[in-house]
């Protein structure tokens, strides 16, 4: 019922036709048969989010064909080569890189060092590339050497590794190949190129027979092309793509609706053709709490009694499907520092991590209304999140779970992301939200990120925190030297005792195949 279209001015416009709800009034029902006319305005709404997410689908495919300088070996691995071929630390404040001297596009561009600096530098004025905003400037030294200056020293945890890691490389002549940047074309470094493009639809791959990479013991298991084509389809529909695999349609899926994955299960019906990969994800899905002092939960007592009263296990295998793992820690199991005791029941006093207890959630939250003088009608806690899969539920179960323990009054509401972002600037117009960490290889990454308010122009830390005491914790823990696990274990607990955020899971990303395949792997 929709399409997108790119006007001669690279302009991509959504068009969705709709009809008043009114029709179910006028209309004969026998008219109406098979048909189910629901409000203009919530249709509009979903084919606006459904057209976003099939563009950035797509998008991601068109991305995905380009190479970074380096990646990892693997979630929490080693870093190998991309384009890159070595780099070494000039001193605390610098790092030169030298690039392959035979990296060609799909175009014939050859990639120098000329189009590493400006890849950089690109990324960093989109804003959208947080983890390498440490970078200060990007000197070109020969043709394939770059110096990259950073802002904050290499003695903190991860930023070298992030600068190498995260941000894709692109010939400056590829990118200003068309006016939308590479938005809708493609012309990368890596193994395959764009055969065929169906906007909204899918994206068909070839293997390169020019890639510029021929000393085979340079090629990395992230580089091989092992089959001749790929087709990515865009199917937006959950259960469409279950009977694709099951019809032969699709042969690889890591997006199958949660209840679905029973079918090709040891025991389900396509058992036999198929088999899943299950491998831990470096993401960590978390409640998070408004902590500016205009907002309610700025108060330590309630955040515990938010904490303590959401069953954690069972919100993450409701909203993500039998892959969730439950948190034991403000960390994934996948980051470098995650400490193997945090699992055991021992470790917090024989408790779980901000365990699921209602009667000790009902205690703390006597004590807020004692400490602020308010009555239990008075407390009203909102929880807006993101359209992102799952975090409705997310959000839903919460409330049901704040009603447990007799807050009643709690707004639930799924924003689009500009009016989240809008909503989050004012610190009296919400409480809780929903949050996913990431962090290619250190806990400390993640927390950095999230909590280090010097990067920040308001000197808060996300969501409004100002805590001098966090603070001095975390310019310990995130230094190459301070990454021990005394600090980790401390800076977590931190975490844990005053409630700053609820992790909820990590996710097994759980990849189904066909049996015929002998060997996959995710990455």
């Given at each position: 019922?929709?399409d997108?279209r790119?006007m001669?001015?690279?302009?991509?416009?959504?068009?969705?036709?709709?009809?008043?709800?009114?029709?179910?009034?006028?209309?004969?029902?026998?008219?109406?048969?098979?048909?189910?006319?629901?409000?203009?305005?919530?249709?509009?709404?979903?084919?606006?989010?459904?057209?976003?997410?099939?563009?950035?689908k797509?998008?991601?495919?068109l991305?995905?064909?380009?190479?970074i300088a380096e990646?990892y070996?693997?979630?929490g691995?080693?870093?190998?080569?991309?384009?890159?071929?070595?780099?070494?630390?000039?001193?605390e404040?610098?790092?030169?890189?030298?690039?392959?001297?035979?990296?060609?596009?799909?175009?014939?561009?050859?990639?120098?060092?000329?189009?590493?600096k400006?890849?950089?530098e690109?990324?960093?004025?989109?804003?959208?590339?947080?983890?390498i905003?440490?970078?200060?400037?990007?000197e070109?030294?020969?043709?394939?050497?770059?110096n990259?200056?950073?802002?904050?020293?290499?003695?903190?945890?991860?930023?070298l590794?992030n600068?190498?890691?995260?941000?894709y490389m692109?010939?400056?002549?590829?990118?200003?190949?068309?006016?939308?940047?590479?938005?809708t074309?493609?012309?990368?470094?890596?193994?395959?190129?764009i055969?065929?493009?169906?906007?909204?639809a899918?994206?068909?791959?070839t293997k390169?027979?020019?890639?510029?990479q021929?000393?085979?013991s340079?090629i990395?298991?992230?580089?091989?092309?092992n089959?001749g084509a790929?087709?990515y389809?865009?199917?937006?529909?959950?259960?469409?793509?279950?009977?694709?695999m099951?019809?032969?349609?699709?042969?690889f899926n890591?997006?199958l609706?949660?209840?679905?994955?029973?079918?090709?299960?040891?025991g389900?019906?396509?058992a036999?053709?198929?088999?899943?990969?299950?491998t831990?994800?470096p993401?960590l899905?978390?409640?998070?709490?408004?902590l500016?002092?205009?907002?309610?939960?700025?108060?330590?007592?309630?955040?515990?009694?938010f904490?303590?009263?959401?069953?954690?296990?069972?919100?993450g295998v409701?909203?993500?499907?039998?892959?969730?793992i439950e948190?034991?820690?403000?960390?994934s199991?996948t980051?470098?520092?995650?400490?193997?005791?945090?699992?055991?029941?021992?470790?917090?006093?024989?408790?779980?991590?901000l365990e699921?207890?209602?009667?000790?959630?009902?205690?703390?939250?006597?004590?807020?209304?004692?400490?602020t003088g308010?009555?239990?009608?008075?407390?009203?806690?909102?929880?807006y999140v993101?359209g992102?899969?799952?975090?409705?539920?997310?959000?839903?179960?919460?409330?049901?779970?704040?009603?447990a323990?007799?807050?009643?009054?709690?707004?639930?509401?799924?924003?689009?992301?500009?009016?989240?972002?809008?909503t989050?600037?004012?610190?009296t117009?919400?409480e809780v939200?929903?949050?996913?960490?990431?962090?290619?290889?250190y806990a400390?990454?993640?927390?950095?990120?999230m909590?280090?308010?010097r990067?920040?122009?308001d000197?808060?830390?996300?969501?409004?925190l100002y805590?001098?005491?966090?603070?001095?914790?975390?310019?310990?823990?995130?230094?190459?030297?301070g990454?021990?696990?005394e600090?980790?274990?401390d800076?977590n607990n931190?975490?844990?005792?005053?409630?700053?955020?609820?992790?909820?899971?990590?996710l097994?990303?759980?990849?189904?195949?066909?049996?015929?395949?002998?060997?996959?792997m995710?990455i």
């Amino acid at each position: 019922p929709y399409d997108i279209r790119v006007m001669e001015n690279g302009l991509r416009v959504g068009l969705v036709g709709i009809v008043t709800d009114y029709v179910n009034i006028w209309e004969k029902a026998e008219n109406l048969t098979g048909v189910r006319v629901i409000d203009p305005f919530v249709a509009a709404k979903q084919a606006l989010e459904e057209t976003v997410t099939k563009y950035h689908k797509a998008q991601s495919k068109l991305e995905s064909l380009k190479n970074i300088a380096e990646r990892y070996d693997g979630y929490g691995g080693d870093l190998v080569p991309c384009v890159g071929k070595s780099y070494n630390q000039v001193d605390e404040y610098n790092c030169e890189v030298e690039i392959y001297d035979c990296v060609y596009d799909s175009d014939g561009n050859h990639l120098t060092a000329s189009d590493v600096k400006f890849s950089l530098e690109t990324a960093l004025a989109s804003g959208n590339y947080a983890r390498i905003a440490d970078i200060e400037s990007v000197e070109v030294v020969s043709d394939y050497v770059v110096n990259i200056h950073f802002k904050n020293s290499l003695n903190t945890v991860g930023v070298l590794e992030n600068c190498l890691t995260e941000t894709y490389m692109v010939t400056e002549k590829a990118y200003n190949k068309t006016e939308d940047h590479l938005a809708t074309i493609s012309c990368g470094t890596g193994r395959y190129e764009i055969a065929e493009y169906i906007e909204g639809a899918s994206v068909l791959v070839t293997k390169r027979e020019d890639y510029w990479q021929k000393d085979e013991s340079l090629i990395t298991k992230y580089d091989q092309a092992n089959v001749g084509a790929i087709r990515y389809d865009i199917i937006t529909d959950a259960s469409s793509r279950t009977v694709g695999m099951q019809g032969g349609a699709i042969q690889f899926n890591a997006f199958l609706n949660a209840n679905d994955y029973v079918f090709f299960e040891d025991g389900g019906e396509n058992a036999d053709d198929f088999n899943i990969l299950a491998t831990k994800t470096p993401y960590l899905y978390a409640y998070t709490f408004n902590l500016h002092e205009d907002s309610a939960m700025y108060n330590k007592n309630l955040r515990l009694a938010f904490a303590h009263a959401i069953n954690r296990a069972d919100v993450g295998v409701a909203a993500f499907g039998p892959g969730a793992i439950e948190a034991h820690a403000d960390a994934s199991a996948t980051y470098v520092g995650y400490q193997s005791e945090w699992d055991s029941g021992d470790f917090y006093d024989g408790q779980d991590f901000l365990e699921y207890n209602p009667e000790l959630a009902t205690e703390y939250l006597n004590k807020y209304l004692e400490e602020t003088g308010k009555k239990l009608s008075d407390v009203k806690i909102r929880i807006y999140v993101s359209g992102m899969a799952g975090m409705d539920v997310c959000a839903t179960l919460a409330q049901a779970y704040l009603a447990a323990i007799g807050i009643d009054d709690v707004e639930v509401k799924v924003l689009d992301n500009a009016t989240m972002t809008e909503t989050k600037k004012d610190p009296t117009a919400w409480e809780v939200t929903f949050f996913v960490g990431y962090a290619s290889k250190y806990a400390a990454s993640n927390w950095k990120l999230m909590y280090d308010r010097r990067d920040q122009s308001d000197n808060r830390a996300y969501s409004d925190l100002y805590d001098d005491v966090l603070q001095e914790k975390l310019e310990k823990v995130i230094t190459v030297d301070g990454y021990t696990p005394e600090n980790i274990i401390d800076f977590n607990n931190y975490i844990e005792e005053n409630a700053l955020e609820l992790p909820v899971c990590g996710l097994y990303q759980r990849l189904v195949y066909p049996s015929y395949v002998l060997e996959c792997m995710c990455i």
